[in-house]
Nanobody, 122 residues
C-alpha cells in the first residue's frame, strides 16, 4: 500500500500561484510514477501532469502547459505541482496518484490521495 496526502491548496486570486505537495508513505516512493489530476464539480477527472520514477520524463495536460510544472523529490517522498498564472477555470479538487507508468489515464494509477481544494477567484 502507498498512502498519499496532498497539501497546499487554498484560495488564490486569478494570476496567482500555488504549490501543491503530495507526501507518500508505505512502499518505496521511487518505485512509482506519480500523477496529478483534478476534478471540478460536475466534470470528469482531468489529467494535470505525470512524472516518471526518476523525475526525468514529464507529461502535462494540454491546458496546463507552460503554467503548471510537476516535479518530485525522492529523498523526501514527495511530488509537487507548481501552478502559476492561475485562472478561475483551474478551480477543482486536485488529487495525486501513484502507479507503475507515467500516464495520463486514471486507470493506470493504483493509489490515490484524498485531494486538496484549489479555488481561484476572478
Amino acid at each position: 500500500q502507498v498512502q498519499l496526502v496532498e497539501s497546499g491548496g487554498g484560495l488564490v486570486q486569478a494570476g496567482g500561484s500555488l504549490r501543491l505537495s503530495c507526501a507518500a508513505s508505505g512502499r518505496t516512493f521511487s518505485n512509482y510514477a506519480m500523477g496529478w489530476f483534478r476534478q471540478a464539480p460536475g466534470k470528469e477527472r482531468e489529467f494535470v501532469g505525470g512524472i516518471d520514477q526518476s523525475g526525468t520524463r514529464k507529461l502535462h495536460g494540454d491546458s496546463m502547459k507552460g503554467r503548471f510544472t510537476i516535479s518530485r523529490d525522492n529523498a523526501k517522498n514527495t511530488v509537487y505541482l507548481q501552478m502559476n498564472s492561475l485562472k478561475p477555470e483551474d478551480t477543482a479538487v486536485y488529487y495525486c496518484a501513484a502507479g507503475l507508468y507515467t500516464s495520463s489515464r486514471t486507470s493506470d494509477y493504483t493509489y490515490w490521495g484524498q485531494g486538496t481544494q484549489v479555488t481561484v477567484s476572478s
